[in-house]
């Protein structure tokens, strides 16, 4: 294959094929959050105009459509110059290209859903560790082999840290087939003068990616299949630092901390593992961390309070020589107790945990509204209330708000009236919409289960998108990507997890949260507040216009940069 230049300022390249027939290659770009299907047509814009505060990413996709099929395709970035001679180095960057596997079968209750091949998860062109090009595996991110008539893309990352100096930066990504230019997309990064802080002011409780990852695997070795990862520690750093990436809580390895029963009847969290925990909250800038449940260490919490009141008081004096006042350490006491014994049990054990006034904070998945008024209610027994998105009452939850409590939330399924459900074949808006939603209502955090790696009814993750396929129960109930963010990177050639679309859709709304906090702080909390409700009036009412959410940041970016003079 023989390839002409193409004209550095279009991105419609002629690609001449060995029989000598011309056929066209278009290249485009998207900065907005929405995901860009197999039979897509080309687009028309032709280079990435971006925008970022210190210490966040910005991201955009770069699409391909040919004619003819197109050998060798690859991605080179570029440097971006900044004033006065500042440079954020393509090193900075982080390349990935959209994988697809095909949707045959909807999620149950997405009446709109289109069916055909779907990116989601993205294979990086190295290995997060060594940064070394990932060569050799069962999928790879480049070179690329880009059939005739589809459309595929990929991913770039822009950070920029914490030193650049605020201006515009301009550069220009090569995208080469078989080593040749095949187009040019130029890039232009207005970076604002303020900062995101390094620990997110979200709180996040998305589980453990690794730790669910150990019973997927241990079931693959178990049927011969795949063999368990030689060295988990490994494993436990990769998600761990992905996740921090993602501005998204990562979770203690299993064992770190547990409380030593003394023969006095105290208990001791040992010196060395608060240590442990201190580093890993420093690196990983975690804002919360989940304890183990007080059922193992105490069984009944009326007959044993003294014990209770002892095991909860290590954790006090754990808390004080931690010296991190804004982490939150809670205990996941009970999932959605939906009858009257389940309600008895957080009876039980909140108002025994919240009468020792410990720092430890009592987290019940569950609407701060009684369910049945003959179970009897929850106050006094939650400190942190997290409803499913539905199931949200502004007026109730303004008055455990009042108490001083806190309303964190989550979704799952498809249940109730519409809210932005997290599914694959749902809009991709849908990841980034939650957190202007909770900022509206100051809702702290955001909730979600299957530690990101939920694949146990799938063989495959990477070709198949049915997360949680119920339709043993019924045929309709299919849940594409429910319980997953994530994918297993062994697949790309490491150990580990690989990111997805939604994730970095996630991502980008965790950032947004920061720009609503950082006004709040600012004075500006009316104003933000005034343009959040404009795009996101409840649960059940946003704008599904991506590009209104980014006119929306940059006018948030504005107010900032505004206040900051």
Known sequence: MRLSACLLSTALATVILASDLQAECNVWVVTRTERVLRDAPAGTETSAKLAAARNEWESFQIL???????????????????????????????LYRQHQFELTVPTYRNDDAKLGWYPDALIPFCDPETNQPLTGARLTAVPFELPAQQTHGFWVDVFVPE????????????????????????????????????????????????????GYY??????????????????????????????INASLPPGTVAPLAQPDGTFVVPSEQIDAIRQFVDRYHVNALQLPHPRTAVKDPEKEGEKLRAWL?????????????GVVLF???????????????????????????????????????????????LYGAVDIWCPLFPLFKPESAARRQALGETVWTYTALTQRDPTPWWHTDFPLLNYRVPAWIAWRYRIRGILYWGGMSYWNDVEDPWTDPGTLDRRDRNPKLMYNG???????????????????????????????????????????????????????ESWFQWNPDPSAYEAARSGLAGMIVSAGK
């Not at 090569?174 to 207005?190: E, F």
């Not at 919240?354 to 430890?360: F, P």
Request: with cysteine; hydrophobic share 40%.
């Open 331 to 377: 205990v996941y006491l009970r999932d959605e107790p939906n009858d009257e014994e389940a309600y008895k049990y957080v009876q039980l054990w909140g108002r025994a945990i919240r009468a020792a006034g410990s720092v430890v904070k009592v987290m019940v998945v569950e609407q701060t509204w009684t369910q049945d008024e003959k179970w009897g209610d």
């Open 218 to 247: 241990g079931k693959l070795a178990k049927a011969g299949k795949e063999a368990e990862p030689s060295d988990w520690s490994v494993i436990d750093e990769q998600c761990a630092e992905l996740l921090a990436r993602h501005r």
């Open 64 to 94: 391909l459509r040919s004619d003819a099929a197109v050998s060798g395709v690859n991605i080179e970035p570029a440097d971006l110059a900044g004033p006065g001679g500042a440079v954020l180095p393509a090193s900075q960057a982080t």
């Open 482 to 536: 429910e319980g997953s963010l994530v994918y297993p990177a062994r697949v790309v050639g490491y150990e580990g997890i690989a990111p997805s679309l939604r994730l970095k859709a996630l991502r980008d709304s965790i950032e947004d949260y920061e720009y609503f906090a950082i006004l709040d702080r600012s004075g500006l909390e009316s104003q933000a507040q005034q343009l959040v409700v404009s795009l996101a």
């Open 313 to 325: 008081a290590a954790w006090d004096r754990a808390a004080a020589q931690l010296e991190r006042p």
């Open 163 to 214: 030193g650049a100096a605020p201006g515009e930066y301009q550069g220009t990504y090569r995208v080469t087939a078989a080593g040749k230019l095949l187009a040019t997309v130029p890039v232009s990064l207005t970076v604002w003068d303020f900062q995101l802080p390094q620990v997110p002011t979200m709180v996040t409780a998305l589980g453990s990616p690794a730790e669910r990852m150990r």
